[in-house]
């Protein structure tokens, strides 16, 4: 394996020789398999070990691991502690998602700070197949069917010429030592079903799947670079940059087929997922004026442009929600969704999910904290209730009244989010499109 793992850094220009790489760690089989080729290889490396304190003892168990190591083999070593549950709360993201920004943020970090030229990780062919059926669930443009790529800017997979059985043996073979992270035997994560559950019966019908997979990935990684070259040149065709505002010439867009590809290619750099740009190609041919928002950006659909600036900060004390948005991620993560299929549509019984008369409502929503005087009408409850009166009935604290969230149509409040809808805004009969809006 040593030879093969030579190799293919040489092949695929991974890093030279004389560089020093940091090699991120975790204890797991992938990572200790990794620092034990990179020595047998006299590779110049250094190990960086994070400790998100997700799981106890467990997580401390596997610093001491990798110290242990380190020290055993004359190996520097980065170890930093990480608050993940207040980066959770504080970005509004989810903990697998908040535990990648933190490491990579350190990673590059460190190296700036200690001159390493690139961060290699234990990711291998398993994984990448894994990545792959992830994507394809999510919903996935070109990019996401190539799978992890051996080198992206400054990190590399010097193990994506092995996979996950091939690992185990040379494990068992050298007698290798490494800590099991017991999440990765749960099905609670996406990953870990794919892992556990799909790519096992797959295997079942096509024993071989593995390599028809590797095989296909490899396919689109070649396709994508062909996809690259028009989607770049029809970017310097169609974007124009005029005074921080960039403009796209809604004319020479019509001429790019199939156009939403081109439009989603183009608009996602921006912070426009797929529903607000298949909202945005609805709009093309429509009156001037309407607008639509990502996190970052705001796009108005002009006469004959879109034109496209970067989002004001709004009032720390309210945040606007467009009609056309589809989820929020500050301060809170809500997602909106508009139902006109009434015959299909499930009441869910959860606090968490408002169901409104989408007619009733006046947008832009405002998502705001509690001000002396509000009041609203309680759906199951009769008449009007003073919203601290409300919060007193749900025996609130002053941090939990603090920290509770009201979404307002103009003056109404029509959700104490979490908790109750208002009555006025209820669905009836009458409804013809309802506004569903979920808190995550």
């Known amino acids: 394996m040593v030879n093969r793992f030579q190799q293919f850094i040489k092949e695929n220009n991974l890093f030279d020789k004389e560089q020093t790489i940091l090699l991120a760690v975790s204890g797991g089989i992938d990572s200790m398999i990794l620092c034990d080729l990179f020595l047998k290889s006299n590779f110049k490396f250094a190990i960086a070990h994070c400790n998100f304190h997700l799981r106890g003892e467990e997580s401390n168990r596997d610093e001491r691991f990798v110290r242990e190591y380190a020290q055993k083999n004359n190996i520097k070593i980065h170890v930093k502690d990480f608050d993940t549950y207040s980066y959770m709360k504080e970005k509004g993201k989810s903990m697998q998602v908040s535990a990648r920004e933190m490491r990579y943020k350190w990673f590059y970090e460190l190296l700036k700070e200690e001159g390493y030229s690139y961060i290699a990780t234990g990711h291998h062919i398993d994984d990448s197949i894994e990545t792959f059926f992830m994507n394809i669930l999510r919903g996935t443009g070109i990019a996401g069917l190539h799978g992890i790529l051996q080198k992206v800017n400054l990190v590399v997979h010097p193990l994506l010429f092995t996979n996950r059985a091939e690992i185990v043996n040379y ?55 062909v996809f690259r070259s028009v989607i770049n040149d029809a970017k310097t065709e169609l974007l124009e940059i005029e005074n921080q505002t960039v403009k796209i010439s809604i004319e020479k867009l019509k001429s790019y087929v199939p156009q939403k590809i081109f439009m989603y290619e183009i608009l996602s750099d921006f912070g426009f997922n797929e529903t607000t740009i298949n909202s945005i190609e609805d709009a093309l041919l429509e009156t001037s004026g309407k607008q639509f928002f990502s996190e970052t950006h705001r796009l108005v659909k002009d006469r004959d442009f879109l034109l496209i600036v970067k989002n004001k900060p709004q009032n720390i004390n309210q945040y606007l929600i467009e009609e056309s948005q589809a989820s929020v991620y500050s301060p809170i993560v809500l997602h909106m969704e508009i139902l006109k299929d009434l015959q299909y549509v499930k009441i869910p019984k959860n606090k968490e999910v408002a169901m409104l008369d989408f007619d009733k409502l006046t947008f832009p929503l405002i998502l705001r904290k509690w001000k002396k005087g509000d009041s609203f009408f309680p759906y199951g409850l009769q008449g009007e209730k003073k919203i601290s009166e409300f919060y007193k009935n749900l025996k609130y604290s002053i941090l939990d009244k603090e920290n509770q969230w009201l979404l307002c149509s103009g003056n109404d409040i029509v959700w104490v989010v979490g908790q109750r809808i208002d009555d006025r805004y209820k669905l009836t009969k009458s409804t013809k499109t309802i506004y569903k809006i979920e808190l995550d």
């Open 171 to 225: 494990q068992k073979s050298n007698n290798l030592e490494f800590v099991e992270d017991s999440s990765n035997a749960t099905t609670k994560y996406t990953r870990n079903k794919i892992r556990h559950e799909l790519i096992p019966l797959v295997k079942e019908i096509a024993p071989n799947f593995d390599k028809i997979v590797s095989k296909e990935i490899e396919r689109f990684r070649e396709t994508e670079v």
